[in-house]
């Protein structure tokens, strides 16, 4: 199965400042097959991005996805309050469909 | 407007079986343009997919190798739902589950259930 590796792990900013989050995987993703997910306590994970760049419905521009094989990014420009939260990437090109293990964005 | 909405208990047994409902509103579980999947995350945060039902045609399921031996997940056409079982669950089971549509548009994990904490413990 493909591992996908997060980092980092725990990013802490503040509001106004750019976020960088990272996805390595194991082995190539199939047709850019990724995506990214946020997640806030006692919520379902809510999709952000589909085909390692397109974003899903709803979801504002400042909100970036970038990358293809094994090496994508999730670009925050401006965090708002609201952007705090653990973000997950996935994979969906080969089953078993597989996340990574989160980057927990908090305030600084 | 697509919802999901799970049922099912809450707490479960070791070595019983778990059993999980997920009722589906504004699309059909025999769609032809998207998979029902049951999702589960651990305590520690970690999401783990566990296996998918959906037709084409015909129906069938793919699952994934951890749970293999343990699982089914099946559609109820009449009631339009589908449902997960988990056979022989021991304490390394507890997590909360997700009911997750996939579609074929884009393929992403748009819809989720509300989630359901499944806690095994005698």
């Known amino acids: 199965e493909i591992v996908l590796t997060q980092s980092p792990g725990t990013l802490s900013l503040s509001p106004g400042e750019r976020a960088t989050l990272s996805c390595r995987a194991s082995q190539s993703v199939s047709s850019s097959y990724l995506a990214w997910y946020q997640q806030k306590p006692g919520q379902a994970p809510r999709p952000l991005i589909y085909?390692?760049?397109s974003r899903a419905t709803g979801i504002p521009d400042r909100f970036s996805g970038s990358g293809s094989g094994t090496d994508f990014t999730l670009t925050i420009s401006r965090l708002e309050p609201e952007d705090f939260a653990v973000y997950y990437c996935q994979q969906y090109g080969y089953l078993p469909y597989t996340f990574g293990q989160g980057t927990k964005l908090e305030i600084k | 407007h697509v919802q999901l909405q799970q049922s099912g208990p809450g707490l479960v047994k070791p070595s019983q079986t778990l059993s999980l409902t997920c009722a589906i509103s504004g699309d059909s579980v025999s769609s032809n343009s998207a998979t029902w999947n049951w999702i589960r995350q651990s305590p520690s945060g970690g999401l783990e997919w566990l296996g998918r039902t959906y037709y084409r045609s015909k129906w069938d399921n793919d699952y994934a190798l951890s749970v293999r031996s343990r699982i089914t997940i099946s559609p109820d056409t009449s009631k339009n739902q589908f449902s997960l079982q988990l056979n022989s669950v021991t304490p390394d089971d507890t997590a909360v589950y997700y009911c997750v549509r996939r579609n074929d548009y884009n393929y992403v994990f748009d819809y989720w259930g509300q989630g359901t904490l499944v806690t095994v413990s005698s």
């Open positions: 085909g390692a760049s």
